[in-house]
């Protein structure tokens, strides 16, 4: 009875963590697809392109992909946060200005859309919605709606920063 009972947490467990790990790329992949599908002008600095408007998704990839790698790397050696919260503080503003980047980015996409349809404005209102009722629920609505925008800037340290450093360190 016991050992049914540890089968079925392993299972839960495994499927929780293959989860969490698509959640890690598909971020990744859906933020870079969103800057791909910007129509930006090309960056020139005194008649000379610095670069050009098919790159700036390479960029923005390639800045995620190190601050990743460098999350994997300081997790990996134990530099825990209170060892080291310079570090950890950089890589989640880091991780901020790329969430920020990528919001910024999507409400252009969504602007230079013709049409939107109801499946993607109830998608848009479906997170902050989901905070309202809860907040309400709780009685707390004021103390939420407070602190709604620096729990959305944390936001991508929670995903990111918290799984790498937990898979990391287990």
């Known amino acids: 009875?016991?050992?049914?009972?540890?089968?079925?947490?392993?299972?839960?467990?495994?499927?929780?963590?293959?989860?969490?790990?698509f959640l890690l790329t598909t971020l990744m992949l859906a933020s870079t697809i969103q800057i791909h599908s910007l129509?930006?002008?090309?960056?020139?600095?005194?008649?000379?392109?610095?670069?050009?408007?098919?790159?700036?998704?390479?960029?923005?990839?390639?800045?995620?992909?190190?601050?990743?790698?460098a999350t994997f790397y300081i997790s990996l050696n134990k530099v825990s946060p209170?060892?080291?919260?310079?570090?950890?503080?950089?890589?989640?503003?880091?991780?901020?200005?790329?969430?920020?980047?990528s919001v910024v980015s999507g409400y252009f996409v969504l602007r230079d859309k013709q049409e939107l349809d109801?499946?993607?404005?109830?998608?848009?209102?479906?997170?902050?919605g989901a905070i309202v009722f809860a907040s309400i629920l709780h009685g707390e609505l004021f103390t939420i709606l407070g602190s709604f925008i620096q729990y959305m800037l944390?936001?991508?340290?929670?995903?990111?920063?918290?799984?790498i450093y937990s898979f990391c360190n287990i």
């Not at 936001?155 to 799984?163: D, E, K, S, V």
């Open 1 to 21: 009875d016991l050992k049914i009972g540890y089968c079925f947490q392993f299972i839960y467990m495994l499927i929780n963590t293959i989860v969490t790990w």
């Open 39 to 69: 129509e930006l002008d090309d960056l020139v600095v005194y008649n000379h392109t610095i670069l050009k408007t098919n790159h700036y998704h390479l960029v923005y990839g390639g800045l995620y992909l190190l601050t990743i790698i």
């Open 82 to 101: 209170t060892d080291n919260p310079e570090i950890y503080r950089f890589i989640s503003l880091m991780y901020t200005l790329l969430f920020v980047v």
């Open 118 to 128: 109801t499946g993607v404005i109830a998608t848009l209102s479906l997170l902050p």
């Open 154 to 163: 944390m936001l991508p340290t929670y995903i990111h920063l918290f799984t």
